[in-house]
């Protein structure tokens, strides 16, 4: 049950009939893995709090670089050589002192992310390399969990909701794990607010997950050009013979 402060805290989602109050209490029971704090994660983690997310696990083992303060807004300049999650928790303790949340420093193996998708509602890919991504799917599909994949380079951004049904592809129904794996994001430049746009478009999903208002991103990739200002999407149809989510 939502205390009077919350009622007054979260009014602005309760207003909206498809949240209403029984949606606020729905997002406080529940429970999102956020993969990396950094460009995605930032807001990602910053809008699930503010929204009240009961239980927030926030994954990451690096450390606050000064390179990063040019789109990872949950970090700032006192941050710098710090565990991310570790500033991370406070920015978001600071926002909303009502939500638990827990962080995990360690690099997340099949292991580590078998036992967290066993306790969350949804994953929310945030991280910056293939192997993880793949390892995510694997563990999403395995627990069918919503997964919610961003990814941002350049002057572009992509979003996909994934294993929302069990008609929904999976992360590896789109790509082939011989991708190019030696395209990490932190040797590419990225303009800053185009991780903020992917982050918040992965935040609004994961809330719309939550408590089933409108109609979820699944099935289909959206695709952000921020040099033409323009979005496009993709259908994306789940493969009979996917190594990972095929019968
Ligand atoms: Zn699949």
């Given at each position: 049950m939502l205390t009077e402060q919350e009622l007054i805290h979260y009014s602005r989602h309760i207003i909206l009939p498809q949240i209403d109050?029984?949606?606020?209490?729905?997002i406080k029971q529940s429970k999102v893995l956020v993969v990396g704090m950094g460009g995605l994660g930032a807001p990602v983690a910053m809008y699930l709090a503010a929204a009240g997310v009961g239980h927030l696990y926030?994954?990451?083992?690096d450390q606050v670089e000064r390179s990063n303060l040019q789109r990872q807004i949950?970090?700032?300049?006192n941050s710098i050589g710090q565990n991310k999650v570790d500033s991370a928790q406070s920015t978001?303790?600071?926002?909303?002192?009502?939500?638990?949340?827990t962080s995990i420093k360690q690099k997340l193996g099949d292991q580590e992310l078998d036992d967290l998708l066993s306790?969350?509602?949804?994953?929310?890919?945030?991280?910056?390399?293939f192997k993880t991504r793949f390892a995510i799917n694997r563990a999403a599909v395995?627990?069918?969990?919503?997964l919610v994949s961003g990814a941002a380079i350049?002057?572009?951004?992509?979003l996909a909701v994934f294993n929302y049904t069990d008609q929904s592809p999976c992360y590896q129904c789109l790509y082939q794990p011989d991708i190019q794996l030696d395209e990490n994001c932190f040797d590419q430049g990225v303009l800053s607010p185009v991780v903020g746009t992917i982050g918040t478009l992965q935040a609004t999903e994961a809330l719309k997950i939550i408590t089933a208002a409108g109609q979820v991103a699944d099935g289909r990739l959206l695709i952000y050009d921020a040099l033409n200002g323009d979005f496009r999407k993709i259908k994306v149809t789940k493969d009979a013979n996917c190594a990972i989510c095929g019968a």
């Open positions: 109050e029984a949606g606020q209490e729905k926030i994954a990451d083992h949950i970090h700032n300049l978001l303790k600071a926002l909303n002192p009502w939500i638990q949340v306790k969350v509602d949804a994953v929310i890919d945030c991280c910056d390399n395995k627990h069918q969990k919503p350049r002057f572009e951004g992509q």
